[in-house]
């Protein structure tokens, strides 16, 4: 987990024991603490809420309850999670808190069980622990989106959005810029160690101190510090504040450490490339991999598809995406070659506003990894991004007056 603010808990320590009739968890805490856990599905995952912490636990090692992954970081305001990815399904038998005594320090202990599928299936969402999770008010703590956490237990059902509300005529356009990622889904990890959620909120920052600087828009981002923000949010944040247009900010991965150089990408049923159709295919798992239960997305996601008819839009995308190509070119950043791409990503399925989704670059590379944090690349991608916003809307103006 990044960032530098103090919590009241840290976790100090994570051990996995086997027994006979059980696998136990135990968590090392400062402090007794409120908690929840429960499981998901599709992949199956353990997972634990407590209120905000540093991390100070070791890595884990020498496993054999199926644990393929583990993840930590914040999930939203005053909320971490922790994540275990398994490759089998499993039974919580227990969770429970130990104070400390003597020379044990304060535990979280989690007991579980191997069960079959649909054992596992029968009891997915029991909750365990006396966390709650509240609706929270993201905009005012954190200057990103106001919304409704999700929750495993119960989910609140999601009704589709309204028409955004346009600015009024005369209005500076509203450019939202959206960082990828961020808290319990770290994104792509740099060859240098960097996680992509720090670097694409770097360049997300810059652009925007760009942007309002110039004076011609008014810019939000969707989440400005590290914390996690589902992906249809990041969408219905975009379309609640009536934006005029939608930068959504990645840094791409690849097994081929040599490949290097940004790209653009626009939205269509269709892949460009099979590469292409493989990085959207890893965007849009973002949500599982913070340990969330999409099933509860169907009715809004399906409205939002439903409005994918809206052409005006994707075409708008279009130029505008073929117009930062060319700023990006005169700007001395480097390009993919075929660097338009499109690809279905969820992010960019908002049916009333322009969107594109920008890779910087490859965090896989390890030279790139380390360029895109400078203050150098952040400046030349700041200004070329903002040249090609100036280009965009120069068309729009001249076009609304035709």
């Known amino acids: 987990m990044t960032g530098t603010h103090a919590h009241a808990l840290s976790v100090n320590d994570v051990r996995v024991g086997t027994h006979p009739d059980k696998t136990r968890i135990v968590f090392d805490l400062s402090t007794i603490s409120d908690f929840r856990v429960f499981t998901l599905s599709d992949p199956y995952r353990l997972v634990i809420d407590l209120p905000s912490f540093d991390w100070k636990a070791p890595a884990l090692t020498g496993t054999n309850m199926g644990i393929t992954a583990l993840r930590h970081g914040n999930l939203e305001a005053g909320i971490s999670r922790i994540v275990f990815d398994l490759n089998r399904p499993i039974n919580i038998q227990s969770a429970f808190a130990l104070p400390q005594q003597g020379a044990k320090p304060n535990r979280l202990v989690i007991d579980v069980s191997h069960v079959s599928h649909d054992h596992f299936m029968r009891n997915k969402g029991e909750t365990f622990g006396t966390l709650t999770i509240e609706p929270v008010n993201l905009a005012a703590k954190h200057g990103a989106y106001t919304g409704r956490t999700a929750s495993s237990a119960s989910h609140p059902a999601f009704t589709p959005p309204a028409p955004a509300n346009k600015p009024a005529q005369g209005k500076k356009p509203l450019i939202v810029i959206d960082p990828g990622h961020g808290g319990v889904d770290p994104g792509a990890i740099g060859a240098n160690g960097a996680h992509e959620k720090d670097i694409v909120l770097g360049l997300s920052k810059a652009l925007k101190q760009r942007l309002e600087e110039s004076g011609r828009y008014r810019v939000i981002m969707t989440r400005e510090t590290d914390v996690f923000i589902k992906l249809g949010n990041r ?131 390890r030279n790139e990894a380390v360029s895109l944090a400078s203050k150098e690349h952040k400046d030349r991608f700041a200004k070329s991004v903002h040249k090609g916003i100036d280009a965009y809307f120069k068309t729009v103006a001249q076009n609304e007056q035709q």
């Open 235 to 365: 969408i219905k944040f975009a379309r609640d504040h009536g934006a005029d247009l939608f930068l959504s900010v990645h840094a791409d991965s690849l097994p081929r450490p040599n490949v290097r150089g940004a790209s653009i990408y626009t939205l269509s049923n269709k892949a460009s490339d099979a590469q292409t159709a493989k990085l959207a295919a890893r965007e849009n798992k973002a949500d599982l991999i913070a340990g969330i239960d999409l099933s509860v997305e169907d009715e809004e996601v399906a409205n939002i598809l439903v409005n994918l008819a809206m052409r005006d839009t994707m075409n708008q995308s279009k130029y505008f995406a073929n117009t930062l190509v060319d700023t990006f070119n005169t700007g001395g950043l480097k390009l993919l070659e075929r660097p338009h791409r499109y690809a279905g990503f969820a992010v960019l399925k908002a049916p009333d506003i322009p969107s594109v989704l920008i890779e910087a670059g490859f965090m896989s590379n």
